[in-house]
């Protein structure tokens, strides 16, 4: 029984221990939670971190398989709490950053510098996270890279050729030679994407400075830049990503590929 002694008026009075003793056990119980809330996020995280080491292990095999070079990928997986996603072996977003991708086509050598892949609904089981053993499977994909003008321009093998952006279109420069005088061209060219994937380039608005006013010149102006009017063959990518929509930007050709039901690592086993 807690001690009391009476007030002024005569009824008794009780000490505060028992209240203190209450307050220390409240206290003592929040920060138990507390503690053990910032152990199962700590826990969490530890588990995000390994699966993001692993899973960027199995992406930089699959990319190897297709013979395609790039630095070490970058893998985030979002989602919280991370755990409820590998005891249900489904998750809801993976990035994977690669970059200096390095393709070729026909020989040529084509780079990326960047390519981003944000998978969705991705398919990957426990034992699969830790042996490193089965499919990791995303319901959609979708990547968006970057071709450097330099490499678009070796593909369309014209000497002097230079690319590059102008108002959102595809800027044309290259010396040319007509009827015994070289002169500058500049123009414009539509960019579009081709039936099988490649980028289509339609050079629609081309011109000379000191171009001889002669119906002939125009001719061979124009023949020039219809020769340039081709459909360009991409690199293949990785994720069985198709290429969708291509676009000018002042850092180089930006592409925009998707697939679906896509295997994002290299089988084994």
């Known amino acids: 029984m807690a001690d009391s002694y009476p007030t002024s008026d005569g009824r008794p009075r009780r000490s505060g221990r028992p209240r203190r003793r209450g307050r220390k056990v409240l206290v003592t119980l929040v920060v138990l939670v507390l503690l053990l809330g910032g152990l199962a996020v700590a826990a969490d995280r530890v588990a995000v971190s390994v699966a993001e080491r692993t899973i960027a292990d199995q992406v930089q095999q699959e990319v190897s398989r297709q013979r395609i070079d790039s630095a070490a990928p970058q893998v985030e997986v979002a989602g919280f709490p991370f755990l409820n996603q590998v005891v249900a072996g489904r998750y809801e977003r993976i990035s ?111 011109d000379a400075e000191g171009l001889p006013a002669l119906p002939l010149a125009r001719t061979l102006l124009n023949q020039w830049a ?14 069985q990503l198709t290429v969708r929509e291509v676009r000018p930007l002042p850092g180089g050709l930006e592409v925009t590929a998707d697939a679906r039901e896509v295997p994002i690592n290299q089988r084994v086993g």
Do not use: M
């Open 226 to 239: 219809q020769g340039i009017s081709i459909d360009v063959p991409l690199p293949e990518l990785p994720f």
């Open 96 to 206: 994977i950053q690669l970059r200096d991708v390095r393709g070729s086509v026909q020989g040529n050598a084509v780079n990326l510098p960047t390519l981003d892949v944000d998978a969705r609904n991705v398919r990957a089981s426990l034992d699969t996270l830790r042996t490193g053993q089965g499919d990791v499977v995303a319901e959609t994909v979708d990547g968006t890279g970057t071709i450097t003008y330099d490499s678009l321009a070796a593909l369309l093998d014209r000497p002097g050729l230079k690319l590059g952006e102008r108002d959102g279109r595809l800027a044309v420069t290259a010396p040319v030679d007509i009827l015994g005088q070289e002169l500058t061209v500049s123009g414009t060219a539509e960019v579009t994407v081709g039936d099988q994937g490649q980028v289509a380039l339609k050079v629609d608005e081309v």
